[in-house]
């Protein structure tokens, strides 16, 4: 859940899961916190099994949740949804 309520866009998962790929492939095991997502955000990711908590995620400690990795499933839709923001694909940019 995104702002008011809303359900994450892709492009919005697209730039989290990076993000969190990202952080974690430089050895840091990051908790929602540090990440500065929303506890809703996160819970999105993880229920449609886009990235893989350690522990449980209810309570007032979700926020200390570690985020162990990016799902196979993750790396997909980074993959998947990276042709549709291919930069070779946008119009040139005015100097």
Known sequence: MGKFGLLMKDNDKRVALIRLRDIIYSGVRPTMRECGFSAENVEELVKEGLILPSGKMSGEESDRC????????GHAFILRHHTFYDPRNLPPVAA
């Open 66 to 73: 570690v985020i162990e990795e990016v799902s196979p499933a």
